[in-house]
């Protein structure tokens, strides 16, 4: 980000303030536009204008331009006007919130902010798409965007946290296949030391890494509804589950003699470093557990070629647990305005061509079910965002929705105590540790 | 401050108007000042002091001094407090006996100017790019951190490593012994017999390059013959059998213990095999590889560990002010009256004599200012803790300033604890700026 765009931004938003109060007079309540009725005549009835709001510049906001454009092409009477926010889009929505004249629709990235609006009485409730999104995205995804009983956010940018990056070299020098199961992915790891290179390489100096982590074993060793309350604190970090999820993730965090530069060296590596050191010459682990954003990072740092040099499955299910879960992010719709033309832009926002137009350019994933995975630019994103659409269990990264204190800070909460974890190793103490964090953020 | 003493000069007839001139320009002049200072002094102070009164969510909530209480009972804040006091303690000391002992020395070297400009360079860097540097030059990984890469050279020298660290015998029940000690065949070999010393864990590239395949060498009376190989086949293989496409490992020293207490070596060749001739018949031989094979290469300590975090922060910072001390004690050195030294070196004074009761009581007042300047800056040290220390450390290194960043803004957003702990900062500040503020008046 250039203090340019940033000026932008700022300018942009400015002209918001001003600007949106024009379009802010069609109010009238257009109870009978649900979406069984948008027929073709239907889209054409609708007039107005709708302002949106998100984080993404340059090609991303391209990207965005050419998914509007889709839009006014299928609703002829409605213009569509964008303006980025960049990195400031938590402050400037809410200054624009405070002012009362915010974009109608607006893109975010942090969940909390859904609620923080909801709770000021700032959102407009979008369950005339509710069936949509249950139907295309899955019941899971109409639970992400739901706060207090009703639908107010769309996860129209997701992103995949569920994926095992690996060097392929790697791979085949020990003559491993990517595992079925988590027993399968163990064994690997055996096989790999054996082959002499260490199966894990962590970047323990970034907390996150270790969430990201342990949020992936525990959807799958604890199940979907206990995820749900823990990520409320409805049970205590000390509940069995949480126990049994940590003495799993020791099998990985616990394996010493497995991990790049044994604990003290994956506690000073940061996530960079963790990528580019399974993909560089010689290679220092055979592979690396985090989400999709990895592939930008080994592009950027590497040589490594997709397929060729490095390739990634799925984080690999435990027995018992669920089949095809996901833990993920991403980018959520919110709307601050009803009226018919904010309603249409959610209602596009949710088909699946709206997602094709940005799925094709690459850089996105979308976990509509309709949308044929084809349509992404090449292997590797085919896999890690078709197993979005796939996603039979889909739960938004539990740290991220926990209060910051707890659950987002450098040498506190879950990111402190998990890598004393992987130095100390002891489950019990860690689980107390974590409960007392909790306790005292979510007190707050 | 008190520059009136022409004022006298003024004819009395216009008395008013001096008068005028005299408080009203200095009223002019000391406008600005005085607005901005309580702008952005006064005015923050003092909001400071009442919000820390206050719970998280602003004025809503008085909370009397429970945020004071927290500040001594917080395991963070209390490490932050303790941090401070050995920076306090340690830093200013050593920086000022520092400076003290380059400027003395530096008077008397050729090329003072180039040792001098060398030392006062990193004053010329910001502290969070200071740390930025020593992040990467204190790296525990000898491939990253140039410090401990020159400490591994030093103890290779020394201690060479062997050929194949990391190595594990393929089969842990047939083999005892660990990495430091080197293995041994659990079961004696008689002569006529055949020693299988199947390893793991070495990466095919450190497999030399004349290795061919290995074989199992025939039995032969009279003698022990053996192979050493790389026992792992793509998937794992079977451990303890040469299978087709394992690789001999050549070079290998192996070790034969004769039940007479003596030890014969012998070389691998190509195919890993080795052979013992000339055995006593019905003895019963031990066999393995000594721990020479084994050794790995020095690591150095780890800098970043949550052990030695506080002192690599302490080298690093004195590193930056130690040129500044440097100059200032310089300076005091060149004005100093050099006929005292003189006389002294007359009277028949040593050189040490001199420094100790010359020239360090002459140059008092110079350094108790690098002093206490140097305890100002000390209790404030902010930057190069946030730069310098990795996420898994944080909290081990964190001092008093950082506590109240992180409290406030980075991550808990807990601003009345936050004002709280910058209060605290304020009043161990004020002794030292006290103790300057009397030390000015009595210059003058």
């Not at chain 1, 090449?378 to 996603?391: F, H, N, P, Q, S």
Request: glycine letters at 10%; hydrophobic letters at 45%; one cysteine or more.
């Amino acid at each position: 980000m250039t203090i340019p765009t940033r000026m932008a931004a700022v300018l942009a938003a400015l002209m918001l303030a001003l600007g949106v109060a024009a379009c802010g007079g069609d109010d009238e309540e257009d109870a009978g536009t649900t979406q069984a009725q948008t027929t073709e005549e239907a889209t054409k009835d609708v007039s107005g204008t709708v302002s949106t709001m998100a984080i993404w510049s340059g090609p991303e906001q391209e990207a965005f331009r050419a998914v509007l454009d889709g839009f006014e092409k299928k609703y002829p009477g409605v213009k569509a006007r964008y303006d980025s926010a960049g990195d400031q889009l938590p402050t400037v929505l809410s200054t624009a919130v405070e002012g009362g004249k915010p974009p109608d629709v607006a893109i975010v990235g942090q969940p909390g902010l859904v609620e923080q609006f909801q709770a000021k009485d700032a959102l407009k409730p979008i369950d005339f798409i509710k069936d949509t999104v249950e139907q295309d995205f899955g019941e899971d995804w109409v639970k992400v965007g739901t706060v207090d009983g009703k639908l107010y956010g769309l996860l129209f940018k997701a992103a995949n946290k569920s994926t095992v990056w690996f060097n392929t070299q790697v791979f085949e020098d020990a003559g491993v296949e990517p595992p079925e199961d988590w027993q399968g992915f163990l064994d690997n790891a055996q096989t790999l030391t054996q082959a002499g290179t260490p199966a894990y390489s962590l970047g323990g100096a970034d907390g996150w890494t270790l969430t990201d982590l342990f949020e992936n074993i525990y959807l799958r060793t604890a199940g979907p509804e206990k995820y749900d309350q823990l990520a409320e604190h409805e049970i205590p970090w000390t509940d069995e589950s949480v126990i049994k999820a940590l003495e799993e993730m020791k099998k990985v965090t616990g394996d010493r003699q497995n991990i790049a530069g044994g604990t003290r060296g994956a506690l000073q590596t940061e996530f960079p470093t963790s990528v580019s050191q399974v993909f560089g010459d010689p290679p220092k682990a055979a592979q690396v557990i985090e989400g999709d954003f990895v592939a930008g990072v080994i592009t950027a740092e590497t040589k490594a070629k997709p397929q060729q040099d490095f390739d990634v499955f799925a984080f690999p299910s435990i027995e018992g647990g669920p089949e095809n879960a996901v833990v993920g992010g991403g980018d959520t719709a919110i709307m601050f305005s009803d009226s018919p033309a904010s309603r249409a832009l959610m209602e596009y926002l949710a088909t699946p061509e709206a997602a094709e137009i940005w799925a094709r350019r690459g850089g996105f994933a979308s976990g509509n079910k309709n949308l044929d995975a084809n349509v992404y630019p090449d292997e590797i994103t085919r896999k890690t965002a078709g197993a979005l659409g796939e996603a039979e269990t889909f739960r938004f990264d539990m740290s991220d929705l926990a209060p910051a204190e707890f659950g987002a800070t450098p040498g506190k909460g879950e990111w402190k105590i998990l890598q004393d974890f992987l130095s100390n190793g002891d489950v019990q103490k860690t689980a107390q540790a974590l409960e007392r964090a909790a306790k005292r953020a979510y007190e707050k | 401050m008190s520059g009136s003493g022409n004022v006298a000069a003024v004819p009395p007839e216009g008395e008013h108007r001096t008068l005028w001139r005299r408080h009203g320009t200095a009223a002019v002049f000391l406008l600005p000042a005085l607005v901005l200072l309580g702008l952005w002094v006064v005015y923050p102070a003092i909001y400071t002091i009442v919000r820390s009164f206050f719970g998280k969510d602003g004025f809503a909530e008085f909370v009397g001094i429970d945020n004071y209480e927290a500040l001594f009972t917080d395991d963070g804040l209390i490490t932050a407090i303790k941090n401070n006091a050995i920076w306090v303690a340690v830093v200013p000391a050593l920086v000022t006996a520092i400076g003290l002992i380059f400027a003395v020395l530096l008077e008397r070297v050729r090329w003072s100017v180039a040792f001098k400009t060398a030392v006062f360079m990193p004053m010329a860097i910001s502290a969070f790019a200071a740390g930025v540097i020593w992040r990467i030059t204190l790296e525990e990984d000898p491939d990253r951190g140039v410090v401990n890469a020159g400490i591994s050279a030093v103890a290779d020298a020394f201690d060479p490593p062997g050929p194949l660290p990391r190595a594990l015998p393929s089969q842990r029940d047939a083999m005892e012994g660990s990495p430091q000690r080197g293995f041994t065949l659990r079961e004696p070999v008689r002569p006529g017999g055949v020693a299988v010393l199947g390893l793991t864990g070495i990466p095919p590239r450190n497999v030399p390059e004349d290795a061919q395949q290995a074989e199992r060498p025939p039995p032969e009376p009279g003698s022990v013959a053996g192979v050493v190989w790389r026992d792992f086949s793509p998937g794992g293989g079977r451990p303890g059998v040469v299978e087709r496409g394992e690789r001999g490992i050549p070079g290998v020293t192996v070790e034969l213990r004769t039940p007479g207490g003596g030890t014969r070596t012998a070389e691998t060749d190509a195919k890993g095999t080795f052979r013992f001739a000339g055995l006593k018949e019905g003895g019963a031989y031990r066999v393995g590889i000594g721990k020479a094979t084994f050794a790995q290469s020095a690591s150095g300590p780890s800098w970043l560990g949550e052990k030695l975090i506080v002192p690599s922060l302490l080298i690093a910072y004195i590193w930056i002010w130690a040129g500044f001390a440097m100059v200032v004690i310089g300076a005091g050195l060149s004005s100093m009256p050099r006929d005292v030294l003189e006389a002294a070196r007359t009277e028949g004074a040593t050189e040490w004599q001199v420094f100790r009761r010359v020239t360090v009581p002459l140059l008092a007042p110079v350094l108790s200012v690098v002093f206490i300047t140097m305890v100002i800056n000390v209790l404030k040290v902010f930057d190069i803790v946030l730069s310098l220390a990795p996420g898994s450390v944080q909290d081990d290194a964190t001092v008093i300033a950082v506590s109240m960043w992180r409290t406030s803004f980075g991550g808990v957003n807990d601003f009345g604890l936050g004002s709280a702990i910058a209060v605290f900062l304020f009043v161990l500040v004020i002794p030292v700026l006290a103790l300057n503020v009397k030390r000015f008046r009595s210059e003058q």
